[in-house]
């Protein structure tokens, strides 16, 4: 039986070439010389510093730039609150979305099946399986999925025949 996966997950090959770049272009700007402005990353983390908010949001424009730049949709990231550290020295934790969460896994799956179109979807972990009789019906259900779901970067990968 035909199927595809719903998936959310940024390529983070990309992700990484994006921030070694931005930290390349903080490092030789001129606005930001004799600051401590910089990007950290661990795994699904990311973390900007900078000498004030002012400077944190020009780190953050830069990146957001970098990732368009390496087609990496901001969407994949959600921003936390801006922490005081030491002095004026700012800090935001940035995360990077891996998997469909539980509430967008079940919205997709009663969207397709409001849609009447002959497929089944299912909640697979961090993934949301769709399968069907038909290849054209499968295709219906992406198409149906690019248009009403607008605030998630979907990708749809592991399509079987």
Known sequence: MPSFDVVCEADMVEVKNALDQANKEISTRFDFKGSDARIEHKE??????ADDDFKLSQVRDVLWSKCAKRQVD????????V????GDKVKQLITVRKGVAGDDAKRIVRLVKE????VQASI?????????TKRDDLQNAIALLRKNVTDLPLNYSNFRD
């Open 115 to 118: 849609s009447k179109l002959k």
């Open 83 to 86: 922490q005081k550290i030491s």
């Open 74 to 81: 901001v969407r994949f990231f959600s921003s936390g609150d």
């Open 124 to 132: 697979q972990g961090d993934s949301v399986r769709v399968s069907g």
């Open 44 to 49: 699904l983390e990311i973390t900007l510093f």
